[in-house]
């Protein structure tokens, strides 16, 4: 049986992030971004270079783990924690990215930072 395309989108991302942030392992993260890549993030440079920069002058001690993972035909999600960046909190994520050819090609963010997504104070 094949593996369908979601399930193979999901261990295509859950690679490039393991090889990009845990491994910082910058020449096989190359075959996991497109060279045309389109970055939606107001906090990191546009491409795949500013991806790899914004890595390169976080601390050593950075860590990604992913949480829940979907995906829907070329679309994945995933909510992860960053930690170890030498913020008072972890962040976490929700990554969404667009995979083409085999590729993460676009990707968009949502993130969290310990304080509440919405005003200025959780709901009891």
Known sequence: MSQSTESKNKALVLRAFDTLFNKRDYAAAERFWSSNYIQHSAHIEP???GLFNLIKGAPA???YEPGVIVAEG???IVHGRFSGAGRPRNWIAADV????DGVLAE???VLQSGLPMFGDGFAD
């Open 61 to 63: 001690s950075l860590k």
């Open 97 to 100: 990215v667009r995979i083409a």
């Open 107 to 109: 990707h968009w963010d």
């Open 74 to 76: 070329d679309f994945v």
């Open 47 to 49: 491409g795949r270079e």
